[in-house]
């Protein structure tokens, strides 16, 4: 059999711009839940492409808050209720490229395509429905099939297992330092994009692109023949 290559697309920042979303949802959070006005997209920066939790206890730092540990739960679960809100209210458009380079892989003999996202099911789930991205078609591996979050390994370990390849064949799309440390840590190749964080923040890639309109598969390809 020829060789086989796996491309594993993270979610978040990768196929669409969830972040302003988050921003104003948690805002409204601090509003509803906590009483806290005058909270802006800044004051998450320190939780920025983290964990919910972490993007929560950025928000609170900013404004003298010491939550428990319950009430980072309950702000991190409305908060979701109020991104899945938004989602159905409102479109969301993929990045230029992404759908594009996902559906040129599927049609090929040589590659897998797989989904790994450390959000949850219901939240990376309404993404790539809004997005039309064909997950059913695909190995989908969300943040509640895993223990362990970004930048540890096991997301991508389990995504390449899923897809039948060994990580080294495999290629991951990222937009974070935490996503770009993870995929390098399972062993696999990383081409980041610089949807959410600067070119300089993604050093660790292997691969740093402005738009994925500028991916072609000959050069995933080369990139893993490269090991």
Do not use: W
């Amino acid at each position: 059999m020829d060789k086989l290559y796996g491309l594993i697309f993270d979610v978040d920042g990768v196929i669409a711009d969830t972040e302003a979303i988050n921003a104003r949802v948690s805002i409204k959070v601090f509003a509803d839940f906590f009483g806290v006005e005058g909270v802006v997209r800044k004051d998450f920066e320190a939780g920025l492409v983290q964990a919910a939790e972490e993007y929560v206890k950025a928000g609170a730092r900013i404004h003298g808050l010491e939550l428990t540990e319950e009430q980072i739960n309950k702000a991190t679960q409305l908060r979701q209720q109020y991104f899945l809100k938004v989602l159905n209210e409102e479109p969301l458009e993929p990045f230029p490229g992404v759908l594009e380079l996902m559906k040129k892989a599927m049609l090929r003999e040589d590659f897998r395509v797989a989904i790994a996202t450390s959000g949850t099911l219901g939240k990376s789930r309404a993404v790539l429905e809004a997005t039309k991205v064909p997950y059913q078609k695909m190995v989908y591996i969300n943040g509640d099939h895993v223990k362990n979050k970004k930048p540890d390994p096991e997301l991508f370990f389990l995504a390449a297992e899923r897809i039948g390849i060994e990580p080294a064949s495999c290629v991951v799309i990222e937009d974070t330092p935490n996503g770009v440390q993870a995929a390098k840590a399972a062993g696999a190749k990383c081409i980041a994009v610089t949807n959410s964080i600067s070119a300089a923040n993604l050093y660790e890639a292997d691969l740093v692109c402005d738009s994925l309109e500028d991916i072609k598969l000959n050069m995933i390809r080369e990139l893993i023949d490269s090991n």
